[in-house]
């Protein structure tokens, strides 16, 4: 796959260090060989007979990483009506039918709802989905992925007993159709169950094609479990080699004894603890601000995930949970902490995903744990601040302080960046832009800081930071250029650099 390529007349973030600069980039066989001024890089090039591109000044970037995606997911979402810009419950319904008039046979598909931009404040009902196709299943996906909606076709056909846990009610006592829990498992699995293996493989490509576009050359990925389907993971191994984005697979499944025999060096790492802001499901000790009845739910207890991660550490196999509450962070760490003291394995590099609404003692815990805090700066970006969704689910003073990346770096943590694709697009620049323009003053980080939870830090969450990360001798030859240096653009218009090339291993696969 490496290919040979010299790059001359550009500024090079190594990302070696704050200040570290070049011009010229030479890779021979998809690894980087010399990294100097243009005149040297040049010469060396003609040398070996090696083509040269003149970047005239164009910015080059290690090659970005997305920390957190759910690529399957994200693949899905791109063939299912996208529902985020409905702002009624009556323009979801709508929406659906004309997506039900496009396909006209199977399941009719919806993503990305929120049901805070609705003004009725909730998502359709089981009798108001049944009301438009009383012949056709219907599935919805929360914008969150944290909860599921469907119709009676839907629920008799996936065969539900009513007795599953997170099976919602309405007033009457009757299902309504929006399923938590176990009933989300349920519904997630038969639903991504029933794809093809070719329609599997197509969403990575369709998701393979979206990040190239955005400079990305490595995605650790999210998948299987009962998030989405086990299948998905086989699909993932065929693909093995013939990408040009590297899906590095975190298989979340808490099957510890599949992982180890299929000989799996990582697990997780979001599995979940608990669950979103948005379905006011992510677990707290104190009760949700507009909706005092619920702090939240725990999905796992303390006994199960110490044992689960001790053994983990044990098969030298990395691991962490998805935990967004303070609750929930807590808990996990000190899981965490009691697992180590009985398997203790000194680079574990266990990760949090999200890590959102913490305690300045947890942050410190994390760190003195080494605890990689894997986090999505897009969003507070587009969920946070007065008035948004997260301020009214957890209320002013409990939300400004969600998301704290400066204090994160304050205290010395690990920060890997990601999007939680499709929660947020997949989209390193806007992480990148997103972490410098936090909606809160005091959590901005500089752009320096921002990049290496996209380049460096992405690398070594992952065991890859020998082999990506910088822009150096030894390293792949993976590089993203860009038309401006997010140090010369307006801090609010980082997100806005046009990705000039994607290369991987010295190949252009993406030119814009």
Excluded at 369 to 379: C, D, G, L, V
Aim: charged share 30%; hydrophobic share 35%; with cysteine.
């Amino acid at each position: 796959m490496g290919s040979n390529s010299a790059w001359i007349n550009a500024e090079v973030i190594t990302m070696t260090d704050e200040a570290a600069r070049a011009e010229g980039i030479l890779i021979e066989d998809g690894v980087i060989t010399f990294v100097g001024d243009s005149k040297e890089t040049a010469a060396l090039a003609k040398e070996k007979g090696i083509e040269i591109t003149d970047l005239n000044g164009c910015c080059v970037l290690p090659g970005l990483h997305d920390c957190h995606a759910h690529v399957m997911g994200t693949g899905m979402a791109m063939v299912g009506v996208d529902l985020y810009d409905c702002a009624s419950v009556k323009e979801v319904l709508e929406a659906l039918a004309e997506e039900g008039k496009r396909h006209d046979e199977g399941w009719v598909c919806g993503v990305r709802l929120d049901e805070s931009r609705l003004a009725e404040k909730r998502p359709p009902t089981l009798a108001e989905l049944s009301g438009i196709f009383p012949d056709r299943g219907v599935y919805i996906l929360d914008r969150g992925l944290h909860y599921t909606l469907v119709n009676r076709k839907a629920y008799e056909e996936i065969g539900l007993t009513g007795k599953e846990k997170g099976l919602c009610r309405g007033e009457d006592g009757k299902p309504n159709g929006r399923m938590h829990e176990e009933a989300n498992k349920v519904v997630r699995g038969y639903f991504n169950d029933s794809m093809t293996d070719a329609q599997r493989e197509t969403a990575i490509r369709n998701v393979e094609k979206e990040a190239l576009k955005k400079g990305i050359t490595t995605i650790h990925a999210m998948e299987g479990g009962e998030m989405f389907s086990d299948k998905d993971i086989d699909v993932f191994e065929s693909l093995k080699g013939k990408t040009d984005v590297d899906f590095v697979i975190y298989w979340d499944t808490l099957d510890l004894d599949q992982v180890i025999e299929r000989g799996y060096d990582r697990v997780g790492t979001d599995n979940l603890s608990d669950g979103s802001i948005g379905s006011r499901t992510a677990a707290f000790d104190e009760p949700y601000a507009d909706d005092p009845s619920t702090c939240g739910l725990m999905y796992l207890d303390k006994a199960f995930m110490t044992e689960w991660i001790g053994k983990a550490l044990k098969n030298h196999i990395q691991c962490g949970f998805h935990a967004i509450g303070q609750k929930a962070i807590r808990h996990v760490i000190d899981c965490y902490e009691e697992a180590y003291a009985g398997c203790p394995w000194e680079d574990a590099r266990f990760r949090i995903e999200h890590f959102g609404f913490c305690d300045d003692r947890d942050i410190e815990r994390a760190v003195k744990n080494k605890i990689i805090i894997s986090t999505q700066p897009s969003f507070s970006y587009l969920r946070g601040g007065p008035g948004s969704v997260y301020q009214i689910r957890t209320g002013p003073e409990r939300e400004r302080r969600a998301y704290p990346n400066k204090k994160f770096l304050d205290y010395g943590a690990v920060l890997a960046g990601g999007s939680d694709s499709n929660v947020t697009p997949i989209d390193a620049l806007l992480g990148i832009h997103a972490a410098v323009n936090h909606p809160y003053p005091e959590h901005r980080i500089s752009v320096y800081q921002a990049l290496r939870m996209f380049t460096i830090d992405g690398a070594y969450s992952a065991f890859e930071e020998k082999k990506k990360g910088t822009i150096e001798a030894g390293k792949l030859g993976d590089l993203t250029i860009l038309s401006k240096s997010p140090y010369e653009a307006a801090p609010d218009a980082i997100k806005d650099i046009r990705v000039v090339r994607t290369v991987k291993e010295g190949r252009t696969v993406y030119c814009g």
